[in-house]
């Protein structure tokens, strides 16, 4: 398996779930009568409504809240203060399933299949004076949370004090169904398990801002269902891995403000669906791969404050989907390709700090439009063309080349 990763975090490959839960609720089925001396108009309204009564009866049964559930959420509970909004102040009585904050469960089997409990919210018990509210929390995320093994979606999310490890049981064969799994926002340490690959349900994963440390595993690259990755502002060392091209459902992967090193992997090129890549602020070295500019989809694409070199691929210039482009602080050199057409639509294109040489392309002026251009401090020489969009830009966006004029820059002599 190819991986940018040292080799003892590459030995689990591909994961497959183990065990598949299921649950029969079945109803009371012994038939009833109801005897009566001649028959009337009103027997079979009355046998109607009977059966109706019964009915529902039977399925709010099966929809109460599992004694299991409640027990676990609250295990989770304890392990968690929050003093100011009083989140947990709903957490009473025995029906967890209708009354408690954040929790949903499956109307049929009274299972918890959500928990959603978010710090920064506009809901009535976050902000009941209507204003969205900034919570915070502290403790840990306890692993009785792997004891409601029919979750679907888990998010403590923005409560800025919450620390401690992710629980092992949560990426393990605990938690089969979870599709949704958002822990950011908090102060987690420790390293994301090996064993995430296993979570074959998983279409959205998000430890952002913590405090996560270690290498992303190759296992990630086994989350077929996997459409959004947010693992960025950690401490994450080592490389990308090479296989994340294998996640073909992948929209979003955002793993800026780490200490990510090594090449930017060719594979990425090959994700069809990727519409937003940022890979900034990291150690990257290397080139950046032509296949990243034919991805179909591509909006943004966010590889600043790296140690990136060689040239801009033309391919990414003439994307026509890419709207934002951010090269800047980088060794990128080599001329600014000029293929620009009618066609590039850029909010921003920032290219500063690199050590580009030649000059301004002209076709930049037949783009339909460019909203913030920067191409300072590079080794850019010659006149700027005239017209827009360099007619609405400031000097300070062209300033420290070796000899640009014109244009904002004022007249070449």
């Not at 460019?370 to 609405?392: E, K, R, T």
Request: glycine share 8%.
């Amino acid at each position: 398996m190819l991986c940018q990763v040292p080799p003892s975090t590459c030995k689990l490959g591909s994961a497959t779930l183990q065990a598949h839960y299921t649950q029969q609720c079945p109803l009371d089925s012994r038939p009833y009568t109801m005897a009566s001396s001649a028959p009337s108009p009103a027997a079979p309204l009355l046998a109607l409504a009977t059966l109706a009564v019964l009915v529902s009866a039977a399925a709010a049964a099966a929809a109460a809240c599992s004694a299991t559930d409640r027990d676990a959420l609250l295990a989770i509970r304890a392990a968690l203060s929050e003093a100011h909004l009083g989140v947990f102040s709903s957490w009473t009585g025995t029906e967890c399933c209708t009354n408690w904050y954040g929790v949903s469960c499956d109307p049929t089997t009274g299972r918890v299949a959500d928990l959603t409990l978010r710090g920064e919210a506009d809901d009535a018990v976050m902000a009941p004076a209507g204003r969205p509210a900034s919570g915070v929390m502290s403790g840990y995320i306890s692993d009785a949370v792997c004891r409601l093994d029919r979750l679907s979606s888990l998010i403590i999310a923005d409560w800025k004090q919450i620390s401690g490890p992710i629980p092992p049981c949560v990426v393990a064969t605990s938690l089969p169904f979870l599709s949704i799994l958002d822990l950011s926002g908090n102060r987690l340490t420790g390293e994301i398990p090996q064993s995430v690959g296993i979570l074959s349900r998983l279409t959205v994963f998000s430890l952002a801002d913590n405090l996560i440390s270690g290498v992303i595993p190759c296992s990630i690259s086994s989350l077929a269902s996997l459409r959004h990755l947010d693992l960025s502002n950690n401490q994450l060392t080592g490389g990308i891995p090479a296989n994340l091209g294998n996640l073909t459902m992948l929209s979003r992967a955002l793993l800026g403000r780490n200490q990510l090193s090594g090449p930017i992997p060719t594979s990425l090129g090959s994700l069809t669906r990727l519409a937003d890549l940022d890979l900034s602020e990291n150690q990257l070295t290397g080139s950046i791969p032509d296949s990243l500019g034919s991805g179909h989809v591509l909006t943004s694409l966010y590889l600043g404050s790296n140690r990136i070199s060689g040239g801009i691929p033309a391919s990414l210039l003439q994307n026509k989907g890419l709207g934002i482009l951010n090269l800047s602080r980088n060794a990128v050199d080599g001329t600014i390709p000029d293929v620009f057409t009618s066609q590039s639509y850029f909010m921003v294109l920032d290219l500063s700090r690199n050590q580009l040489t030649g000059t301004v392309p002209r076709s930049l002026a037949t783009a339909t439009y460019v909203g913030h251009l920067d191409l300072s401090h590079n080794l850019l020489c010659g006149s700027i063309p005239a017209g827009p969009p360099f007619d609405h830009l400031d000097a300070e966006w062209f300033a420290s080349n070796s000899c640009l004029c014109g244009g904002p820059l004022g007249k070449c002599t």
